[in-house]
Nanobody, 124 residues
């Protein structure tokens, strides 16, 4: 089992930045790839970013490409998502997930473990 806890969400102004953290515990987190997803009210959960177990390969949704950076620190069992130039459409609950495999996973059902989510609200 891997337990994931997200933090770092909050209220941010349009054009601002934030960094989300996902702290892992349990089984060896460094063995898993990790991803960030988000879900806005009334919408399906959507892929945001993915990083491989070593942190050397990343993938992003087109909607955040150029504005988001996913990274990880396996010594700290933590994955990060930094987002810049935030827009109102970035408002959502952001979830961290962990799964196996060395190629980008853009579908939520490809992940084995999930955190409880952290709310990000971007105001005008």
């Amino acid at each position: 089992q891997v337990q994931l806890v997200e933090s770092g969400g909050g209220l941010v102004q349009t054009g601002g930045s934030l960094r989300l953290s996902c702290a892992a515990s349990g089984r060896t987190f460094s063995a898993y790839a990790a991803g960030w997803f988000r879900q806005a009210p009334g919408k399906e959960r959507e892929f945001v970013a993915w990083i491989d177990w070593a942190g050397g390969i990343t993938a992003y949704a087109d909607s955040v490409k150029g504005r988001a950076t996913i990274s990880r620190d396996n010594a700290e069992n933590t994955v990060y998502l930094r987002m810049n130039n935030l827009k109102s459409e970035d408002t959502a609950v952001y979830y961290c997930a962990a799964g196996v495999g060395g190629t980008p996973k853009r579908s939520a059902n490809e992940y084995r473990y999930w955190g409880q989510g952290t709310q990000v609200t971007v105001s005008a």
